[in-house]
Each structure stands twice: as structure tokens, then as C-alpha cells.
């Protein structure tokens, strides 16, 4: 086994070192590569994916991604940006079905600003399309509009499109994720206004079809929006677009309390996937020691179950993470009076001691 690990920016080093540590403690046997991505990359060799990260990623059997991302990179153009290094390899690697599940641990019910009741045992998998929509659709870009209100003026336009395999790949990963759950899915859509989301609609009900032991639900993403905060436990599985999952992901992903806590997988059609922590690079606390790894932590047990069969060995770092909370340890995004805050390095150290 070989896996792939890119940093990348901001806390990303930092929250890495810490799942690695944990990994190597399991006593498995793997190979671990590391490149570089994102800003670093683009620092040290003018791209922010560069070939040989790219290769590496393809070549791995799976990928643990930190994050990517600084202000400072901004204004440079487009393709040089961090963003397109996570970009990229989602499309390189055909990896279109992400996984974002939101669970309020039992613990951190105080740490979420909805009230506990509402959010005490809450556990909702976000599926988002990952390799379509307005996120990759052509054409895009800047022009001299011909019509519309202002003609002659300048503009800028990107392109909504989903082709029907692309919807039917996922719906069939929605509804299988959701047989081995509570059996319900909701489709996020805004089939009232946009074509391409009407086509979704018509998609994944046709696919329906196959799981009849499973519910289906239809639901605009501006009603999505709302529900999400006035009755999340209603939901099971959500299965939606590359951007409104973007969205609906980190609002449930705060519902638990911290995004810090979440991780995520994104797969392939053969299950290959990369794993990240849902939060990004967190350049305002980079480099202070006090970023919670819990997130990429439980994304590399995500990536043993999902990628390399280790279920075991999942399960032994996700026992661990709920131990050490259960020992009243917080990093600064999760601490709540009562409660003893650690740093990064502490939190990785209390993991490792958990797994024995
Ligand atoms: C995410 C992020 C990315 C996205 C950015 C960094 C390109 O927000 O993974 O949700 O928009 O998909
Ligand atoms: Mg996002």
C-alpha cells in the first residue's frame, strides 16, 4: 500500500504531521510519499500541482491532502492559485463522489450554535457531486456581452451542465450509501429556476427506481438551506450538485460545532479516493500550534476503510478520537469552560496513547 501525502499550506503541515504520527502508530504496513501542493508548491516549482505531485497522486493507492490556500496567492492569476491544485486533482482522478459527513460528537453538543437538542446525535452524510457543474463547465470566462441588459458591456459568465451519467453515477452512490444507513435520501436541487437542475431531478428519480427499499425526497437548496437549521436530524443522506454541496456542506459541517472535527473522502468509480479534513488552510492560526488534527485524523481512518479494506484500523482511530474527547481534551475551536485545551501536537500525542 502507498499512500500519497500532500501538506500543502497554511495549518496543513501541522495537522498532517499529526495523522501521520497516528497512522505509523498503528503498526501496518504501508509506504508513505510526500509532495508538495497548493501555495508551497507554487513557491517552489511555479505550479500548484506540479507533475511529479500529480504522478504521485495517480500513483498512490491513496491520497491524504491537508489543505490549501493563503490570501497572499489571491491575485495571481487563476491557474496558479492553491484552489486549483485540489481542483485538479479531483478531475485528474475522476474523483466525483464526495463524502462530507456531519456528526455532532456526544461531547461537543455545547460547542454547535444551534440549540443541544436539535443537534445532540446528529449524523448526516453530504454526498456532493465532485468533477461537474459550474465548477468545470465550458466555456467560461470574460467577454463583451452581445445581449442582456447592458450590451457591449463587460461580463463574465461560467457554464451550468450535468450530462446524465454524471447524475445517474452519483444518485447510484447516494442510494447505496443510504441502504447502509437510515435508508432516506434527500436530492438538493433548484429544479423551480435552472434547467440543468430540473434534469437532475427527472435523473435521479429515474434511478430511484432501482432502490424501491429506499426513500426519496426532493428538495429546493434554498428550503435545504433552511431545514438545515431548523430540523437537521430529519435528514439522512443528502445527495446534491458539485456547488450547492459545496455550500450545504460546510453549513452542517458547523452545525456539529466544529468543522474542525470533520473529515471527507472523495472516490473514484473503483473507491481510489483522496482524503482531506473539511476545513481549509486556516492561514490566520498557521504555524501556532493550536489547530485541531482531529478532522485529518479521522480522514485517515476514512481512507483505510474506504481505500486500502483496513476497517480494523478505522475503527481503532475513531475509538481513540471519541476517548480522548471523552477525556475532556479540546483544541481551541472545541474547548468549552470545563474542558482542558491542548495544542495540535498534544491532541495527535493523546490519539497515538488512545490507540493502546
Ligand atoms: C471545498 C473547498 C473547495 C471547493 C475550494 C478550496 C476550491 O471550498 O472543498 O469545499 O470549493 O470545492
Ligand atoms: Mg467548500
Redesign the pocket.
Known sequence: MKIAILPGDGIGPEIMAEAVKVLNALGLSFETETALVGGAAYDAHGHPLPEATLALAKAADAVLFGA??DWKYDKLERQFRP?QA??GLRKQLGLFANFRPAICYEQLTQASSLKPELVAGLDILIIRELTGDI?FGQPRGRRSAVDGHFPGAEEAFDTMRYSKPEIERIAHVAFQAARKRGKKVTSVDKANVLETFQFWKDVVTEVHAQYPDVTLEHMYVDNAAMQLVKAPKAFDVVVTG?MFG?IL??EAAMLTGSIGMLPSASLDKNNKGLY?P?H?SAPDIAGKGVANPLATILSAAMMLRFSLNQEAAARRIETAVKAVLAQGLRTADIWSEGTTKVGTREMGDAVVKALA
Do not use: F, Q
Open positions: 490549501v490556500g484552489e485540489i481542483l465548477y458539485n459545496d456542506s460546510d482531506e473539511s481549509g
